[in-house]
């Protein structure tokens, strides 16, 4: 393993020692997704009895917006609040007075995302299958894009979370439970773009989500994977990504100059 391979561990496993023996940390993470997909289970169910082709067809669109967006929530929240532990630890100052770098600290938070993210929404998936019938591999192997895409959107929205964080102190922090709530309308997780007024669809597409629920309505409804949408999500998500890591960088930078990484949180 490379030195900056085990700093990244590190890190990794720093936060990992929290869960080990702590069960409600654990709850946590499976509590909202769990939540989510019963009470929408419930509705998906009085769609589906309504005897009607397209009721049906709207339950099942309506319990895979609900799965991917999880992946998103859980993915933006994963990579937020193992940085916000940090504050809340007064750690910032000693990670970065180790040779941990800038960069494997963003790594290590990725990959804590994805373990958050593989933790509370695994158990939701379950669910769907298990209580409402609802399979969303039936979507084929473009589901694992679908959730790639939406997990490479919530890194893209925590680091501009971040971003204000390290720029505004503990002002900022609750943007990182509520900014996604806020884009969710846009995002056509529930509806196609073309609900949405006119003069709000190009704000909508610039969005990788509503390209990736456009592909998901495609694979549930017509059986036929949507690869421009897809295509489109991918490439939204690699402008993202450069633009808020280019912020998270430069707040960083200025919070390092400023001696902010030591007092950040009070």
């Keep these: 393993m490379t030195p900056s391979l085990r700093r990244v561990w590190g890190l990794v496993y720093r936060h990992l020692a929290l869960y080990r023996r702590s069960p409600p940390r654990l709850i946590e993470l499976m509590y909202w997704p769990i939540l989510q997909m019963i009470v929408w289970g419930f509705m998906t169910s009085y769609l589906a009895g ?16 609900v799965l991917l ?22 750690n910032l100052g000693h990670i970065f007075v180790s040779p941990l770098r800038p960069g494997e600290l ?3 938070l990725m990959v804590m995302s994805v373990l958050r ?4 929404v695994v158990p939701a998936i379950l669910l769907a299958w298990l209580l409402y019938a609802f399979n969303i591999f039936n979507m084929g192997p473009a589901m694992v894009f679908f959730f790639a895409a939406l997990i490479l959107m919530g890194w893209a929205v925590a680091l501009g979370c971040t971003s204000l964080i390290l720029r505004y102190g503990a002002g900022a922090e609750s943007l990182a439970w509520s900014v996604l709530f806020g884009i969710a309308p846009f995002a056509a997780v529930f ?21 990736v629920f456009e592909g998901m309505r495609a694979a549930l409804m017509e059986g036929r994977v949507a ?6 999500a991918y490439a939204l998500n690699a402008a993202w990504l450069a ?18 990484l030591l007092n950040i949180g009070e």
């Design 191 to 211: 509806y196609p773009v073309s609900v949405l007024p006119g003069w709000l669809q190009p704000v909508a597409l610039a969005l990788p989500a509503a390209h």
């Design 117 to 120: 993210t593989i933790v509370g």
């Design 227 to 232: 690869w421009g949408h897809l295509l489109a």
């Design 106 to 108: 963003v790594a290590g």
């Design 69 to 90: 967006w999880e992946a998103t929530l859980r993915s933006q929240m994963g990579f937020s609040i193992s940085f916000l532990e940090e504050i809340w630890s007064r």
């Design 243 to 260: 633009a808020m890591a280019w912020l998270f960088m430069r707040q960083f930078q200025s919070a390092r100059i400023r001696g902010a």
């Design 50 to 65: 309504l005897q009607n082709n397209v009721a049906s067809a709207a339950a099942g669109v309506l319990l895979g917006g």
